[in-house]
């Protein structure tokens, strides 16, 4: 089983309707992060948590929403999805500043 | 503020050319360096990190060394294989950027054979 597991890999969904992305893992490490990655503009952080109690915005949180149900699991939700929220994205763990590790993104089209 | 620059792709090369990625860096204190791969329809891999100036880091035949004086941390390897056609990400964090990853814009990569 992969360590960071993201569900579903591949979404297409409606303009106004909400969505939720989901991710687990099986690293025991405290800190998650959400990511969406466009052509041209790398990779983006959304929203970051470093305990189940915590949970901050990152660059562009507008727009969505984020639930840390526990540790092992980070939840991204679009509450009313657009179509310039279609991209691919990612949650990554990470246990210090030594590096990440990802999921294998979850592609989402927005129509 | 801290980001990352890095060269503009797509990158086309023979098999067994030598290669170089260029990557800059601005950063407010002291950051940690890495760079990263996502092959086809994968999430992003570490590939390799430095973590202080000087420190060299290498894997799969890859290499990138820290260089504090010029800001940068290019990624090279001397003679890249099909398997190496990937995106790869120069990134960075820094004690003052609360463990957040700042990443550049990725660089394409194609090995022909």
């Known amino acids: 089983d992969a360590d960071v597991t993201q569900t579903p890999r591949n979404r297409i969904t409606k303009t106004g309707k909400r969505i939720m992305l989901e991710c687990s893992q099986t690293k025991g490490h405290d800190r998650m992060y959400w990511y969406r990655q466009d052509p041209g503009l790398g990779l983006r952080l959304i929203y970051y948590?470093?305990?189940?109690?915590?949970?901050n915005k990152g660059e562009i949180s507008d727009g969505y929403s984020v639930s840390r149900q526990a540790q092992a699991k980070f939840s991204l939700s679009l509450e009313s999805a657009i179509p310039n929220q279609t991209a691919l994205y990612f949650c990554?763990?990470?246990?210090?500043?030594?590096?990440?590790?990802f999921g294998s993104g979850t592609r989402l089209t927005v129509v | 503020g801290n980001s990352v620059t890095q060269m503009e792709g797509p990158v086309t090369l023979s098999e067994e050319a030598f290669l170089t990625i260029n990557c800059t860096y601005t950063a407010t204190g002291y950051p940690s360096l890495f760079w990263y791969v996502q092959y086809p329809g994968e999430g992003l891999q570490l590939l390799l990190k430095?973590?202080?100036?000087?420190d060299k880091g290498s894997n799969k035949g890859f290499e990138a060394t820290y260089r504090k004086e010029t800001t940068s941390f290019h990624l090279e390897k001397g003679s890249v294989q099909v398997s190496d056609s990937a995106v790869y990400f120069c990134a960075l964090t820094a004690q003052n950027t609360g463990n957040q990853f700042y990443f550049g814009t990725g660089t394409s990569l194609t090995v022909i054979p």
């Open positions: 430095a973590t202080k100036a000087d």
């Open positions: 948590s470093f305990d189940v109690k915590d949970i």
């Open positions: 990554a763990t990470s246990l210090n500043n030594y590096g990440y590790t």
